[in-house]
């Protein structure tokens, strides 16, 4: 399908709106240090409650993902895969750049755009602020049970990922396996910390829940 000019006029809005934060954030700021400074706790805690379905999603691919495991192997990759990546991006990581920036769009944009252009550096950045917030280190965890740092079993499995999706790759139910651990990690261990510093929590595993009434509620840590 051929690009329309609409859509070329908007590549280069976004890509401008890109540069001029990769600029101002990047080049003439100490990036974790900014991003540290400027997260705003309660915006963050807002954004979860105003998209309480956050996970629900990811947690449907999980579940296919299962489904396809005994007989399509390959298939249940995929689908791992893209749930470990719905989850962390668009579950954490946007809902952090959401407590740096007032403006929901700006916020899935930059996480959209960090993710496609592979930006280690701002990537590194929010985990940063993760870590400083959940006392997770994504760059230094490992899963009970593995040696292998939790960062790396997430690249590995993508490579295999992109290698049928690109290559027509096999995967055996064992890669399989590996990587839905690598998303259940994600959404039923990572995700909840960050929620329960929030005082928030998931009812059913997928919806977001801070009421005051609800008997699982807790204080903000």
């Given at each position: 399908?051929?690009?329309t000019?609409e859509?070329a006029?908007?590549d280069?809005?976004?890509?401008?709106?890109?540069e001029n934060?990769?600029?101002?954030?990047?080049?003439?700021?100490?990036?974790?240090?900014?991003?540290v400074d400027?997260?705003?706790?309660?915006?963050?805690?807002?954004?979860?409650?105003?998209?309480?379905?956050?996970?629900?999603?990811?947690?449907?691919?999980?579940?296919e993902?299962?489904n396809?495991l005994?007989?399509?192997p390959?298939?249940?990759l995929?689908?791992a895969?893209?749930?470990g990546?719905?989850?962390?991006?668009?579950?954490i990581l946007?809902?952090?750049?959401h407590?740096?920036?007032?403006t929901?769009?700006?916020a899935?944009?930059?996480?959209?755009?960090?993710m496609?252009?592979k930006n280690e550096k701002?990537?590194?950045?929010?985990?940063?602020?993760?870590?400083h917030?959940?006392?997770?280190?994504?760059s230094?965890f490992?899963?009970?049970g593995t040696?292998v740092k939790?960062w790396?079993?997430?690249?590995?499995?993508?490579?295999?990922?992109?290698?049928?999706?690109h290559?027509?790759?096999r995967?055996?139910r064992?890669?399989?396996?590996?990587?839905?651990?690598i998303?259940?990690?994600i959404l039923?261990?990572?995700?909840?910390?960050?929620l329960?510093?929030?005082?928030?929590?998931?009812h059913?595993?997928t919806?977001?829940?801070?009421?005051p009434?609800?008997?699982?509620?807790?204080?903000?840590s």
């Amino acid at each position: 399908m051929s690009m329309t000019p609409e859509d070329a006029a908007a590549d280069v809005f976004f890509e401008e709106m890109y540069e001029n934060f990769r600029e101002g954030v990047l080049e003439d700021w100490e990036v974790y240090d900014r991003i540290v400074d400027d997260f705003k706790e309660v915006r963050l805690r807002d954004y979860y409650l105003e998209h309480s379905g956050v996970i629900e999603q990811p947690q449907g691919m999980l579940d296919e993902a299962k489904n396809l495991l005994s007989s399509y192997p390959r298939a249940s990759l995929v689908f791992a895969v893209a749930a470990g990546e719905a989850g962390l991006n668009f579950g954490i990581l946007a809902p952090i750049l959401h407590g740096c920036f007032h403006t929901e769009s700006a916020a899935n944009f930059l996480v959209e755009t960090i993710m496609k252009q592979k930006n280690e550096k701002l990537t590194k950045a929010l985990l940063q602020v993760l870590n400083h917030f959940t006392a997770i280190n994504l760059s230094t965890f490992t899963r009970s049970g593995t040696t292998v740092k939790f960062w790396k079993e997430i690249t590995d499995a993508r490579i295999i990922r992109n290698r049928i999706l690109h290559h027509g790759g096999r995967a055996t139910r064992e890669e399989a396996t590996h990587a839905i651990a690598i998303s259940e990690t994600i959404l039923n261990n990572i995700l909840p910390a960050v929620l329960e510093k929030l005082g928030l929590h998931l009812h059913e595993g997928t919806q977001v829940c801070g009421s005051p009434a609800c008997p699982s509620s807790r204080p903000a840590s």
